[in-house]
């Protein structure tokens, strides 16, 4: 048996809600919430029965996780079982956020959130009042404490000209800030100017960010190991080898992993499934994607070259 079946996934993802409470301008997400998404009780089950799970990292993502009813006793069921918690939000609950932290244990959770610019930047790609509420929140999560606190900006037409004020303002405060390059919106490709490209690269914290963009969108991943190391849940349950292929790719059938409300809600079953095999396959067909997720994940343990052949970019500028 291949050892990642044995081992079990190094990380998932998983999205408690695809519900948001924003409609961010570079967002293509329809954010629609599932009419029947896990409650507290059925995650409790997965995280708990599992064997192969019980020294994953769990990414928390969505739609906005904090906009979910019941949210904080699932998060704070998953860090009392011991999980690592990787949480992304948009900051706009921050009263959800410290109910959370002020019953968890805070040394195994990191927090991102999402901020796109200054005030008025900010509140004009993403919501009106949307900088205040996360600035309260964290404000919250540094007087509790985290294991790291972190802001996420999308690089986009309409912040582009503000990048060091926003690094600048959040340098005191934060842990880490980590820039990511808007790639597509709505299927359509962004395409920067090549002084545009110029001026984005002085922010990027990755080798792999720099040669995708000065590659101008030809690097990809071609040997994907997704389903092996990482895997992401949905709302309402059903496993898929990757959020990429679950969100964006089609047909999803290919990604899909199993259902663990129909196998009595069990991750270790799932994995070394006839299903799961098959899904497996599958992505060893798939022509590649840059969806950071993966790319991480690539990097992190199966070696992604993200090497730069100088003699080929000077051929593209």
């Not at 079946?5 to 999205?15: D, E, N």
């Not at 699932?74 to 948009?90: A, D, F, P, Q, R």
């Not at 070259?305 to 500028?317: A, G, L, P, R, V």
Request: charged share 30%; net charge neutral; aromatic share 12%.
């Amino acid at each position: 048996m291949e050892d990642f079946k044995i081992r079990g996934p190094y990380w998932l993802v998983y999205f408690p809600t695809d519900s948001c409470n924003y409609k961010c301008k570079h967002c293509y997400l329809e954010n629609i919430p599932e009419k029947d998404e896990m409650d507290y009780e059925e995650v409790m089950r997965i995280f708990s029965n599992s064997s192969l799970l019980k020294n994953t990292r769990i990414g928390i993502s969505g739609g906005e996780p904090f906009t979910k009813r019941d949210i904080v006793d699932i998060l704070t069921g998953l860090s009392k079982m011991g999980y690592k918690l990787e949480i992304t939000t948009n900051g706009a609950f921050p009263e959800k956020i410290g109910d959370f932290l002020m019953n968890s244990n805070t040394t195994k959770v990191d927090i991102a959130i999402s901020i796109d610019g200054l005030k008025d930047i900010n509140d004009e790609i993403r919501t009106k009042g949307g900088f205040n509420k996360a600035i309260e929140s964290i404000k919250i999560i540094k007087d509790i404490g985290v294991n790291l606190l972190q802001v996420n900006t999308v690089i986009q037409k309409l912040n582009i000209n503000q990048l060091e004020e926003i690094k600048q303002y959040f340098s005191s405060f934060v842990d880490h800030h980590f820039f990511i390059p808007l790639l597509s919106t709505r299927n359509n490709r962004v395409d920067y100017t090549d002084k545009e490209i110029e001026k984005i690269l002085e922010y990027m914290h990755y080798k792999f960010d720099i040669k995708y963009l000065i590659t101008k969108g030809e690097f990809r991943i071609k040997d994907c190991h997704s389903g092996q190391t990482t895997c992401f849940i949905d709302p309402t349950g059903k496993v898929f080898t990757c959020m990429t292929g679950q969100r964006y790719f089609f047909p999803r059938k290919n990604y899909f992993m199993g259902d663990l409300r129909k196998i009595n809600y069990s991750f270790d079953d799932l994995w070394i499934s006839k299903q799961a095999e098959i899904a497996r396959k599958d992505v060893k067909k798939c022509e590649g994607c840059y969806n950071a997720c993966e790319v991480h994940r690539e990097k992190s343990w199966h070696g992604l070259d993200d090497n730069i052949d100088w003699e080929i970019i000077s051929k593209k500028w």
